[in-house]
């Protein structure tokens, strides 16, 4: 007998007719774009009423915030010139031409790695504008040894304080990787303000205290006295509050599902059309909601760290030394850190190199008792180098919290709705799944993060 005749003699019913009669075991629609979403999940929510949620602060002088814009034209590089009312010196300062006159006076220098760009001791008589490239700073310890002063990297400057005053510099600043600088002379600024009226006038008012006195984090004085004996005259004083607090209106994420009447008609078992639809809807809105809160660049999380609470690694890759420094930027409380996973996988190797196994909380590594959760939406640049998050939560610690509004018409869930909006000629219906969010930094000392973490060595 051939083989092709033991193959018409089939004795059994076959597999593929019996699937006629059989109902498949099925899974609802899978995504691989669904993330863990650990700061939607951690962060507090608070409701934002009026859709506008603001920070009443005690009254602060601000600086601004200290970072740089520079534009590259080959191997040259200039700064924009509005950017230098990021000095304090210049802050405020609103005469385009007398920038643009001192953006010209800007010289460019390249410093290799080990090279020294400014010692100790020596008057500061120039500003250095860092437009590319990473310096560290070493201070003269108690003792007389080298003490580390931490790193400064791209958009930040030292040295700013020589311009308003006779002052040395109170470290020696080497060059940790190849720079890029623009130097600011003194006498070139000063040869600037002698033409300027308006530039004087600007030096004298920075000089003269900005308004009056201030506490070490640059909020008005609450003047008082303590330890006297006697009768003495005490002082008079109030707290100030700032008079333009910052308000986060609250952002949306929008899209019209789209769902043909007769899907929705004939197709609706084992599972509903219409609800898996708006179910894989609602989770890429959640995602973009994540990425929003951390990456815009009004409310974002990356868009609104302090200036001193933004440090950068010494080395490049994150150390357990690079994290316990972040840990004193946010020392009061801290929750949780966040990482992009190729950045918690980088931490990982430098404990391993070292010989640390660092503890686990949820099945996620922890440093110092404090977890580090992934996040995939905080950016990784071309260069392999990303940002580590360290934050306080809560509004009654004065920490970062999310802001939502729920009660909406036609709310489906917390601070997210589903309106139905009709059928159209093509028997198409139509619903618009909107999210509402925000988030809030309520003071600077909530949130730090760590720069140029290098994911790829």
Not at 58 to 76: C, E, I, K, W
Not at 330 to 340: E, M, S
Request: aromatic share 8%; glycine share 10%.
């Amino acid at each position: 007998m051939t083989e092709s005749t033991q193959a018409q003699q089939q004795l059994s019913l076959g597999t593929e007719a019996a699937r006629n009669l059989a109902t498949t075991t099925k899974t609802v629609p899978q995504m691989q774009e669904i993330t863990s979403r650990w700061l939607l999940r951690l962060l507090p929510w608070v409701e934002a009423k009026g859709g506008t949620y603001r920070v009443n602060r005690r009254l602060t002088y601000q600086l601004g915030d200290g970072r740089l814009t520079f534009v590259a034209d080959g191997d040259a590089v200039r700064i924009i010139p509005a950017e230098l009312t990021e000095l304090p010196v210049l802050h405020g300062f609103d005469e385009p031409e007398v920038l643009a006159a001192l953006a010209g006076r800007c010289r460019q220098r390249e410093y290799a790695p080990g090279d020294v760009l400014a010692e100790f001791g020596h008057p500061a008589d120039e500003v250095l504008l860092i437009a590319r490239g990473k310096v560290g700073l070493a201070g003269q310890g108690a003792y007389g040894a080298e003490a580390d002063r931490g790193v400064r990297a791209e958009g930040e400057f030292l040295g700013d304080e020589g311009l308003s005053g006779d002052v040395l510099w109170e470290y020696t600043v080497r060059a940790a990787t190849a720079c890029t600088v623009l130097v600011l002379d003194k006498r070139a600024f000063q040869e600037v303000a002698e033409g300027s009226p308006e530039l004087r006038q600007q030096i004298a008012d920075f000089t003269s205290g900005q308004g009056g006195p201030r506490n070490t984090h640059g909020e008005a004085a609450i003047e008082m006295a303590a330890g006297h004996s006697g009768e003495p005259e005490l002082p008079g004083t109030y707290v100030d509050y700032d008079l333009a607090p910052r308000e986060y209106e609250l952002s949306v994420a929008q899209t019209v599902l789209r769902v043909h009447s007769r899907v929705a008609d004939l197709y609706n078992e084992p599972m509903n059309q219409v609800e898996q639809q708006l179910r894989l809807t609602i989770e890429a809105l959640r995602e973009r909601q994540e990425h929003e809160l951390i990456n815009n660049p009004d409310f974002g999380l990356l868009h609104n760290a302090d200036r001193d609470r933004t440090i950068h690694t010494r080395t490049g890759p994150p150390t357990p030394d690079d994290m316990d420094e972040l840990i004193a930027t946010v020392w009061k409380q801290p929750a949780f850190f966040l990482a992009h996973p190729r950045a918690m996988a980088a931490f990982g190797r430098e404990c391993s190199s070292r010989g640390l196994y660092p503890q686990a909380i949820n099945g996620y590594p922890a440093w110092r008792g404090i977890p580090i959760y992934p996040c995939s939406k905080i950016p990784v640049s071309k260069q392999q180098t990303s940002s580590i998050l360290l934050m306080r939560i809560g509004e009654d610690v004065q920490g970062v919290v999310g802001l939502h509004q729920t009660g909406l018409p036609d709310e489906y869930q917390p601070g997210l709705n589903v309106r139905f909006m009709g059928i159209n000629e093509r028997a198409i219906a139509s619903y618009l799944v909107s999210a509402y969010y925000s988030a809030a930094v309520l003071i600077p000392d909530a949130l730090g993060i760590l720069e140029n973490v290098e994911t790829g060595r």
